[in-house]
């Protein structure tokens, strides 16, 4: 399951105190805009910079300054350390700039969360609550749209809450991450039930849609009021697993800026791994359902020629579907050419399973051919011998479902789907660059400028910033990379990315990455530690 792009506007949160002394600026706000937040879009230039790259001040255009507005107010303000209190206060001239950065990461944190809450606002009264929406829907059509949100809008209130709270005790900002982990373990288990329902949201969205003729019209009226800014109605609905998502990345950017060994990092240490696992359980559940669902259709389309084989297992998922060629008969220079030497077969590639199959002339069924276990499975490159050979590659099956070795000489319709057929068919063969796991500094890296959303089960969705190291790369825009903060691995546009060139920043990456892992393994073994003695005082009779 890919995980979904992000959509915020960004508030101000700042209590009544600080208010008073802010330098209040009108402007027009756009309600769940594409959100691409400074502080990403500054640590892409920062890169830029150190590699000899133009920067937005050498000729890009500039993303505007990070606009904040209060939540109970039409004024905005802007960054922290613009803000006329904190300039008043003297307190840019005593901070040091680490320091400095470390607030801006914090009070974004509290900014965006504001944001989303405005917009669950704008969900509950434009949708949720409004009587020509209501009263199209029955009940249990009510539960399926809206699962349990306001559960989730309760728990952002309360998160909110303390989070202006926090702010309203001093203009420098003590810590956030205590707040985050506290909410994380007692209020926010109420995300994973409604993320993982979603699958259930949308199916029977577009079922009520088909069916319902009155709702169809009355959502349509409500998407393009103006107040919505032109959003559908879905977008409002994904919001919370976008929120839980950023909520593990901004936590983790505040990790990378805090000083070593700090309480600080205590705090945002365990807040990352609480959100990391909330997210895990997210994840999980939804690729969860989402297989057995694929696994089920999958089946109902499948035809076995002699022994049958079972498709659907809990430990089952696909990886890559997809239609090739097979090339047969002699391979003289002539026959090359010959259309009689391809015939299309449509590949199944399930984590531990690969099913070759050939496409009825209908298209709703297939016809399996042969089957083999993923284990025993071997790929060759052919792109060496010439280029009529370019998109080809040799697939062997060690032992297929007669128990015989078999080859089949595959053909693509391009270079970089020969090579994502490779991966994905023999992922342990060795890539043109190592992985993330040798922690080589001067392994390739690239950064990401601009967000993807994968659209195949083995493309990789990255947003702007992510740091990923290069595995493979085609001469026809694909590249095969591994992020460095969570080891996901999947191909994506080169489009979308930038070379890192400085040798220093790449070190300064994989030294981040290291850091993050190490302090997380530690407070990981420390607790394990902690949960090993706890069972022994007790059989010692020790309080």
Known sequence: MHLLECAFNVYNVICAKISKCVKIVSFQIIILCQYRDTSKQQEIEQRRQRDGLPTAGSGVTAVPALQLQLRNSMHSLSLWQNLEAVKDSGLLKTLEAKEIILQEAMFELVTSEASYYKSLELLETHFLRNPVLVNTLSQSDMHFLFSNIEDIM?????????????????ILISDVCDIVYCHAVKHFQVFISYVINQAYQEKNYRRILQENALFRENISILENQPKVKGLSFTSFLILPFQRITRLKLLVQNILKKVEENSKREKTAILAHQELERIVKECN????????TEELISIEKTLEFKSKSVPVISHSRWLLKKGEVQQMSGPKSTRTMRS??????IYLFLFNNLLLITKRSSSGEKYQVLDSCSRSMLRTEDLEDQGQ????????????????REVSYMLKTESISEKMRW?????????????????????????????SYSSQEPDELSVEM?????ILECTDDGWMLGERLHDGERGWFPIRVVERIMNAEVRAQNLKECQRIQQVQEGAQGARAASRGRRPAKTRNGIA
Do not use: W
Not at 157 to 170: A, G, Q, Y
Not at 465 to 469: F, N
């Open 339 to 344: 259309r009689k030497l391809y015939h299309p």
């Open 284 to 291: 999980e559940g939804v690729r969860k359902m989402s297989r």
């Open 422 to 450: 490779i991966y994905a068919l023999t992922p342990n063969r060795r890539t043109r660059f190592l992985s993330t796991s040798t922690h080589q500094p001067d392994s390739p890296q690239v950064q990401c400028i601009q």
């Open 388 to 403: 009529m050979l370019a998109c080809v590659f040799v697939l062997k099956l060690l032992e297929n479902q007669e128990d």
């Open 465 to 469: 910033a992510d740091v990923l190291h």
């Open 154 to 170: 309760k728990a952002s209130e309360r998160f909110l809450m303390d989070l202006e709270h926090r702010i309203e005790e001093s």
